[in-house]
């Protein structure tokens, strides 16, 4: 994989650079040979209202290109968060890649009134995350939901929904909370 660091309004320290060669490797370990090239980006932003740095992500995949964005105060738990996100929004890409390929195959359907729990919850950017039982990680935007609000959900809720396969991988179409 190959790594590009800028800097911008700073300099790079040894902590975040370290930091960054971290979580490279650990791309690496899980998406082999699928990560072409990764461009890391800290900028200082002290006029911002969000904080004083921003730090950006752009990681080329075959026939795609994800990018991150976080903003705040400390670079090393942006660098976190952003990786964080990289690393999700990458397994969705891949999971999409692996069931592209299994939906050609006879029988293979997409289910749409499926049970799941809410493995993670993201209020500030609108979207979350349901696993199923058979482990399938669904996407859902808070349009989504029906007769509730993202706020009034937590991780571990179970939810009725219908998924479909989106842009980026599974994806639901709508959210309810409980049993049908």
């Known amino acids: 994989m190959e790594l590009k660091i800028e800097a911008k309004n700073l300099d790079i320290r040894k902590s975040w650079q370290e930091k960054i060669e971290e979580e490279r490797n650990k791309l ?75 939906a050609k195959l006879p029988g293979a359907t997409v289910d749409n009134n499926a049970l799941g729990i809410i493995r993670k919850l993201v209020p500030d950017e609108a979207y979350g995350f349901i696993v199923t039982d058979d482990k399938l990680d669904v996407f859902f935007h808070a349009n989504a939901l029906k007769d509730v609000t993202i706020n009034d959900l937590a991780e571990g809720d179970e939810v009725l929904f219908a998924m479909e396969e989106g842009d980026k991988g599974l994806q639901a179409t709508w959210v309810r909370v409980g049993q049908a």
Request: proline letters at 3%; a positive charge; charged letters at 25%.
């Open 28 to 102: 690496i370990r899980h998406y082999a040979n699928f990560v072409l090239h990764l461009r890391v980006t800290i900028e200082a932003t002290p006029g911002y209202k969000e904080g004083g740095y921003e730090v950006r992500l752009v990681a080329s995949v075959p026939n795609d290109t994800v990018a991150v964005k976080r903003w705040g105060e400390s670079v090393r738990s942006l660098l976190t968060e952003a990786f964080d996100v990289l690393g999700a929004q990458l397994k969705e890409i891949v999971k999409k890649k692996q069931n592209h390929k299994s």
